[in-house]
């Protein structure tokens, strides 16, 4: 079985910093995917990012980008220049390959971006 | 629209009624998921489908809960004889599913049903 660990229930960023976001996983797959996804108060998830496990450099997307260090099974969500509408609900989230094709979600991080 | 849309937004039933929740993913995807995601905690896997055919059900709690996707478009989730540990949002999912390095593995969510039972 696979497992998400978020370990920061709650964060505050100041608006136009950088924050990161914790997340480590554990997984016997050796071949798995990595996703964040963000949570609005609207309820919607929104993909945000992807790492696949054989992937040589970290994923960027914009403003995000993943800290993959896969020795230490982590999977960091990193925001740079903090906005007020990047607050909301983080989900770090993985597939195994070799296990099925559904997402296993951590508990969330709630980040507040202070102005 | 373009993205998946799931109805009701909200449902508020009685303890025992039955509830059918729909999802319509986006045009053409493949694969379509439904979660749980109950109060302040991430989602949780009830069930997958590959067009019609319903590959994983292993999430679904109990024999109440029920998923179909005959034409391998839309989906609908039902539960019978609801119970207030039902209560919950209700999320849907689909993906392309075609796999290219992880792409088209990416997950796209609609806004979710909240099902609260009373």
């Known amino acids: 079985a696979q497992k998400i660990t978020q370990t920061q229930p709650g964060m505050f960023v100041q608006e136009k910093e950088a924050v990161t976001l914790d997340c480590t996983y554990d997984?016997?797959?050796?071949?798995?995917?990595l996703f964040w996804y963000k949570q609005p108060s609207s309820g919607e998830m929104i993909f945000l990012i992807y790492?696949?496990?054989?992937d040589q450099q970290n994923a960027t997307e914009g403003r995000y980008s993943l800290n993959f260090q896969k020795a230490r099974k982590s999977a960091n969500l990193v925001i740079s220049a903090s906005q007020l509408g990047d607050s909301a609900m983080y989900f770090c989230?993985?597939?195994?390959w070799g296990a099925g094709n559904m997402l296993t979600f951590g508990g969330g991080t709630r980040l507040m971006v202070k102005p | 629209g373009a993205g998946v849309s799931q109805s009701p937004r909200y449902k508020v039933a009685k303890r025992g009624q039955d509830v059918a929740l729909r999802c319509d993913p986006i045009?053409?995807?493949?694969?379509l998921f439904w979660y749980q995601q109950a109060l302040g905690q991430g989602p949780e896997f009830l069930t997958y489908?590959?067009?019609?055919?319903?590959?994983?059900k292993s999430g679904l709690p109990s024999d109440r809960f029920f998923a179909e996707r005959p034409e391998g478009s839309v989906s609908t989730l039902k539960i019978q004889r609801t119970q207030q540990e039902d209560s919950a949002v209700y999320l849907c999912?689909?993906?392309?599913?075609?796999?290219?390095?992880?792409?088209?593995?990416?997950?796209?969510f609609g806004p979710g049903t909240r099902l609260t039972v009373t």
């Open positions: 790492q696949g496990s054989y």
């Open positions: 489908f590959q067009n019609e055919a319903q590959l994983d």
């Open positions: 997984t016997s797959d050796p071949s798995y995917g």
């Open positions: 999912a689909s993906s392309p599913g075609v796999s290219s390095g992880g792409k088209g593995y990416e997950q796209y």
């Open positions: 045009s053409g995807h493949v694969s």
């Open positions: 989230a993985m597939i195994p």
